[in-house]
Each structure stands twice: as C-alpha cells, then as structure tokens.
C-alpha cells in the first residue's frame, strides 16, 4: 500500500536534491548545513539501532498535530519533495489544526535560562491535537524527511496501550542533545510547528531572507533559535554521552 496522498512524488524525490538547492536562492552555506543535518540524523539511527523498540509501520500514536521543526529541516523538507512541494505546502496551509502546539522558546533558550536560574516557560502540548497533517492511512508520507522531534518520538513499549512513550533516562539525555545541536546548527533561523514553518518556506521572500541569514524579526508565530551556551548533560552520564558529543562536535567543525 502506498503512503503518500495525490500528490504522489516518487520514493526516489525524497532524497534532497543539491542541484535543485543550487539553482534555489539558496546560499552554499545552508546547503552544507543540510549536508550536516542528515550526518546528525545517521549517527542518531546509529544511537537507536541497538536498542529494542516498539515503534514499526503503521504505528501513529505520536504523529500528531503537535510536530515542530526548524528551518533548516523543513528546508530539507521542501528540497527533498522537489516537485510535489507544492501539493504539499497547500494542502499544509489549507486546515492547521487550532490545537497545535506552537513553542515560543527553543531548547538552547531553556538552557540559557537554566543556567542563569530563570523559571523556565511553562509551554505543553494539547494532547487531544488531531493527527498530523500529513498522515495517510497511518503513515507518514514524508518519512525519509522526517524531522528530528518525530525521528526522536520513541518507545519501548507501544504508546497507544499506555497513553505515552516509554524510554529510558539517557535516551532522554541524547534526545535534548541532538534537539540542541540542531537548533545550533540553525542558529540564525527559527523553531515553529510544522504547519506553520513549512508553508512559510514555500514563500519566496522568507525563503530568501532565511537563505541571506536575515530573518528578522522571527514570525510572532515562531521562536527564535540561538547557540546552545551548554549541553544539558547530567554529570552521571557525561561519561557515556561523550562519545556521541565528540562526533556531534566533528561534524559542528566541519560545518
């Protein structure tokens, strides 16, 4: 059975194509960005492969509404839709769901604030958020492209038995880890739910400016991005997380 709506793009768009970033008013340098966000991505499958979970095809307990992204993923997004984007944005744009969660503060601004021992924003997702938007026949259209807050939804035991995804404390450390090196990576952008952000990357003139690094002011819909000031690592697992950050950081240099 085939998982992708009318706009039917080929399995093989939904690799993200350098010749179309090219000839987009895309600069070199968020195409290199890219090119480090899918790195991330792979260690974080490597992160996961060796661990049992419950989570398989057609399992959609956490596909919901409430999905966020940055920027630059759902530039991914876009890029690796080619030419089904289009479709795509429109249907996005059509019917948000008035429920979704839209975050006003990124995860390296919680940080920030933990550190200087400010109260941290108190912001939760409503859990009666209908579906994600780009759900089809309980699966995901888009899944080669996901962003990270869905390829981080986990569990290892099936959440739509208990209500809520089941794992275990580090796996918690490593999710907030990658969420930050993320948003460093896309310091310069924005953080927003998916159906607020990607339709906004259709647009020509905030993909210009986002591309130019002059996304300012950030839409009253999105929260502003920023360097992480620290990781958030707990001091009993810096040992067991420091071979994930080392990679993490080889791939910061580099980019």
Known sequence: M???RTWRFPPEKFQISNERLVRSPVTRVLEDRLNALQRIYDIYDEVLASRE???????DACCTANVTLTTLEALGIVAGLGDAAEAVLASLAAAPDPRRFRPRTGINSIAAMALDGEAL?????????GPCPLLHNRCCPIYPLRPFACRCMVSTRPCGAVGYA?????????????????E?????????????????LGRPDFKEAYGRGQLDPVPMNLASNR????????????????????RLRQIKRSS
Do not use: K, Y
């Not at 990576?185 to 990607?198: P, Q, R, Y």
């Open 227 to 246: 360097r992480m000031p620290a990781l958030m690592v707990p001091p009993e697992q810096r040992e067991r997380m420091a071979p994930i950050i080392e």
């Open 166 to 182: 089941t794992i275990d404390d580090f796996l918690i450390t490593v999710n907030t880890v990658f969420q930050q090196v993320i």
């Open 121 to 129: 924003p108190e912001e939760e997702a409503d859990p009666a958020a």
């Open 53 to 59: 979970l419950a989570c398989h095809r057609g399992c």
């Open 2 to 4: 085939r998982c992708w």
């Open 184 to 200: 460093d990576l896309d310091a310069a952008g924005a953080t927003g739910n998916l159906s607020d952000l990607l339709p906004l």
